[in-house]
């Protein structure tokens, strides 16, 4: 960062130097122009190359004058301006714009680095899981066949599992069905019994009734008929003899 900061306002000195001495060339060129047609030996050396006259350094640090001689301050008119003032001019105002200037374009370096920094680091990260997925893909290609292969396997199994489920369910429903229709029969051949042994017991009754009711005569019937009299009687005075 250091490094940045230094280099920064060197790179602004340079440019506004090169600026400045191309101004200060093409300022400078017509008064050489002008002194050398007004010197005595113009006519004699029109027809040759005029070279640049003499850099003025510091002559003139001010202003120009009227005054013949230059000195430090000021310097005739005409005379180029000094570059050494130039030079301190352009010191002065890059050394303003880099206390100005150097906490704000320090600040969007850093800001910079770091949006820099994270945009790298981002797309290392991506990267990385992009590699990632590319070596688990590339996995399951290098294994598709044994994939396949145990995808089928697993089918037949749920398939094998889920048939043996449906056929064990419908033979316990069968042995339900089977079980109930046994209780069933069971019930139908006891009420079928019962009904049975009642018409059997009824028609032996009515059987012997009717054989009774033919063989019984009318000095049967007299007879039975005291005997029932008689035991009536005994027990009506077996009950008062207990009372």
Sequence with gaps: MKRVQLLVPALLAALALLFTSAAWAEKSAP????????????????GEDHGPGPINWFYGM???TDTQEPNLLFRPKGMQPPLGAMLLNTAI???VIFRVGRRPLTDALKKRKAAIMQGMDDAARMKEE?????ADYEEKLAHIDEEVERLKREMREAGQAERARILAEAKERSLRMERDARILIEQELKAARQD?????VEGAVKTAGERLTKEIGAADHARLADEYLAALDKAVVTKGGQA
């Design 62 to 64: 001010l202003a120009e």
């Design 130 to 134: 992009a590699a990632d997925r590319l």
């Design 31 to 46: 008064a050489a122009a002008t002194a050398a047609h007004g010197s005595p030996d113009a006519e004699g050396a029109h």
């Design 196 to 200: 049975l042994i009642r018409e059997a």
């Design 93 to 95: 105002l890059f050394y």
